[in-house]
């Protein structure tokens, strides 16, 4: 048995279980295996240069979080004289995954495992991660220019295993508006392209296939377990299934969802609605969880709802979520009021039905999309996590609520 970074024995890899029940939708060709791959042994990175840059996510995300990568960083340092090194980080909402990424080439977690229910994002990821080589290629090749824009723009795959996926999405995700990838946005620099930014602005090839090696070279480490295109619900779930040795504690979910508040209006006018759902009629085929009930249920709570439900009474393993803050998400008894997960009722007798405490602070960002733009630079975010309460500083930098809030 191999020891883990803290000396702590790894978690041995589990024998794997039958996987005719994992969905299908975002399997390639493309050297990401049909099923959940087994953990292997992580191992040095080829090249560390692009783990210690600022940014290494070759996507630009609506809402990404970058500035508060360090910040979980430091929660698990501290949870890990506990817990250990976690075995396994899972961002079921992964976008532009900039948290795994850094925590992974910086070996504060061992493996990272990135799960998204956009098709664009999921396949971009797996495919960048297992053809990277490919997919550099291809980029090198295209031509950044606005009749390409219109191309991709225009483009539908017959097939969700298709390259050519992460190809649209890389493509418009550099060259769109705020890097929205659905809907109305159009491209930078505008249709006459008159502007000081034209459409190429942000499309530095050199540097994006620094950082596409980058995901590449974490994934051929085993850093990068695997990638996932399903509902974040399924991604726990069957996180749980497949790797039993690792519950309940070396396992960490961080879970980054779209805005509570503001979603509407913000989204609709900088980014995409509901945090990355394309506009309705605009869904691929082969596509999963983009129906416009679902964008709906984003923008009308219902599923800010659901996701507390599973956190505060199901979930198997830690988790840590960060939300924009707002008072509705620790008031309400049916969001995150409560300090105490506690078990449904028909949970209640079940062994491992979870009962960790739940821990509440407000830190810093340096840039929040949830910023208006007079206070870009302090936004406070609301940061809840059931990992240890001793690992959770309460300090400067990780405050407590102001008295009357809860946490
Ligand atoms: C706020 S962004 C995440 C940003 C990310 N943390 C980063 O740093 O770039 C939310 C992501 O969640 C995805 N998403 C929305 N609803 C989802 C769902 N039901 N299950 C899984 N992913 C979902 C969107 O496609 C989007 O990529």
Known sequence: MAASETGRAAVPVAAAPDTSRFPTSARGSSGIAPHPRRLGEPGPLADKSTAAMRYQ????????????????GDLIGNAAAELGTPELFVEP???????GLRLAGAGVVRRVLLADTDLLVARFWQVAAADTEWLIDRMWNEPVTLERWDHWKAWQPSDPQDRDIAVKCLFLNRTTFSGILHGRAGPIGGRKQESAYP???RFNKEALAARLRFVGDLYASNRLADVWCKDW????????EWYPQLIPNRVIAYLDPPYWSKSPK???RSFDPAGGYPERGT????????????????LSGLDHYRLAGYLCHHAQVRWILSYDDHPDLTEDENLYAATQMAPSPTDADRQD????HITKRLVDLR?????????????????????????????DRFRAYPSGRRG
């Open 353 to 356: 039905a979870r009962q960790w």
């Open 266 to 268: 913000l989204y609709s």
């Open 367 to 395: 840039y929040s999309a949830s910023a208006t733009r007079a206070h870009r630079g302090k936004r406070e975010e609301l940061l809840i996590t059931t990992l240890p309460g001793s690992s959770v500083p309460l300090d």
């Open 283 to 298: 869904s691929m085929p082969g596509e999963r969880g983009k129906s416009p009930l679902e964008q709906h249920n984003w």
């Open 199 to 201: 459409i190429d602005c």
């Open 93 to 99: 909402f992964a976008g532009g995954a900039s948290t």
């Open 57 to 72: 996510s070759p996507l630009r995300y609506p809402g990404a979080k970058s500035g508060l990568a360090g910040v979980i």
């Open 233 to 240: 619900a399924d991604t726990l779930t069957d996180v749980a």
